[in-house]
């Protein structure tokens, strides 16, 4: 289940965040993407959240950073991937539980897309701001010579 996007600043209910995959770059004989956001949702509530799939190369190895800005109650977040959208989804990574503001990091080599759910714990008042960032280190992608 998808949480709706709210563009209307101040309005009541969670704002997510589109997916992002910056044009690659190149350094030190390797080429990135930056994912700036891979995903994020501000004010999530009890509401599990399921991302938009992201295209990237198939193969690539993610680094990410789940940062949490703000918490009350508990907050799981996982990664599918697939080859396609139509596919069923695997697990391919998730970020350890937490129950505080944290910044915490994990590493996932994906299919050719990727997702995001976020599972806020059961009890009343859950609430949580928190964004996916990183980058895409692209095995199949062209190296400048």
Known sequence: ??????????AQGPT???????????????????????????????TPY????????????LQLT????RLTGTLSVMLETADSPTDVPRFCGAFPQTTGVSKVKTTV???????????????AGQVADWTISGQA??????RRL
């Open 1 to 10: 289940m998808s949480l709706p996007v709210n563009p209307v600043a101040g």
């Open 16 to 46: 997510v965040a589109r997916p992002r995959l910056c044009k690659p770059s190149f350094q030190a004989s390797k080429t990135y993407s930056r994912l700036a956001p891979l995903a994020g949702v501000t004010a999530q509530g009890a």
């Open 50 to 61: 399921t991302s938009e799939w992201l295209q990237v190369a198939a193969g690539s190895f």
């Open 66 to 69: 789940l940062s949490i800005t």
């Open 109 to 123: 080599t994906c299919d050719a897309f990727v997702r995001v759910i976020a599972t806020p714990g059961a009890g």
């Open 137 to 142: 280190v692209l095995s199949n992608a062209p």
